[in-house]
């Protein structure tokens, strides 16, 4: 069986990446165990002050989240939200991947997406992610150890040189790509570029091929990625039942990532519709809920 694999660079704090968590689930159902994921942390902001020197405020990052909303993901609805640094929720993911696998260290990111950006609580801060490491099923005290490791840090600046080393493919699109920043400007490999992937930006593999789709993408773009990259790939049928959707994921998810599952990527209406009629129980967050099985 052909495998492909799927790098995501991402950060916890970046509507774009939590707004392509459907898609995630789509691959997910649409391609199972064909698809070997990994993560890299980008590590947008050491601490808040990138932001404070722009004049990206409370307020102004609460507005932006607003034209999120068109994609789907719960949004919190608030006058302001923190903006802080991300490198502490980063290094804890980047823990728990070295430790516990790729598959806990999704869950802690997608943990603590909803912290920052449904529930709008502050990254930077050990409650919130206490919270996301209960949340995800990780032990905590085990986390706070894992993240004093210099083994752990070491990865951790690995992935922030890797996520400001772009390919060329990358670099082509130079309008996907951001400003490296000042946070982190290199290593024992040397300086780093002056452009950055954004989050999510995928790196699709197979053998000694590969596809890269830098910054925000639609699900189909995605997709047809990884078709045309193995086009010897099963494809499961997209579902038709939400409650064997929620049955499958084994935990909560969006009205958004359900319809997109079922192949109403443009419908989030009509997923919520089914999701009623079906029994399902919604668990309000932000503008909109995650649903489990009745």
């Not at 449904?118 to 986390?143: C, K, N, P, Q």
């Not at 494809?235 to 079922?262: I, K, M, N, Y």
Request: charged share 25%; hydrophobic share 45%.
């Amino acid at each position: 069986m052909p495998i492909v694999d799927v790098t995501t660079y991402t950060d916890p704090a970046c509507p774009f990446a939590y707004s392509a968590e459907p898609i995630r689930w789509r691959l997910k159902w649409r391609y199972g165990d064909q698809l070997r994921w990994s993560l890299r942390l980008v590590g947008l902001s050491k601490d808040g002050s990138s932001y404070a020197s722009i004049g990206f405020t409370p307020e102004r990052a609460a507005a932006s989240l607003r034209h999120f909303d068109r994609h789907g993901q719960p949004l919190a609805t608030v006058s302001s939200r923190p903006i802080g640094g991300t490198w502490s929720a980063c290094l804890a993911i980047v823990a728990v991947r070295e430790h516990e696998g790729v598959d806990a260290a999704v869950r802690l990111l997608r943990a603590l997406h909803v912290q920052a950006l449904a529930l709008a609580r502050d990254l930077d801060a050990e409650d919130t992610i206490t919270a996301a490491a209960l949340a995800a099923g990780i032990d905590v005290d085990a986390l706070t150890a894992w993240r004093r490791e210099p083994a752990v840090q070491r990865a951790f600046e690995a992935d922030l040189s890797a996520a400001r080393r772009p390919s060329p493919a990358a670099l082509a699109l130079d309008g996907k790509l951001a400003s490296s920043g000042q946070d982190w400007t290199g290593d024992a490999d040397g300086p780093v570029a002056p452009r950055r992937y954004t989050c999510p930006s995928y790196v699709i593999a197979s053998g000694d091929r590969s596809l890269e789709a830098p910054g925000f993408h639609t699900a189909l773009t995605i997709e047809t990625l990884v078709a045309n990259l193995e086009p010897g790939l099963d494809q499961r049928p997209w579902a038709e039942d939400p409650l064997e959707v929620l049955r499958w994921a084994g935990e909560p998810l969006s009205t958004q990532e359900v319809a997109g599952v079922l192949d109403l990527i443009d419908d989030r209406d009509e997923a919520r519709r089914r999701l009623l009629a079906g029994g399902a129980v919604e668990q309000a967050a932000g503008n909109d809920g995650f649903w489990t099985l009745p």
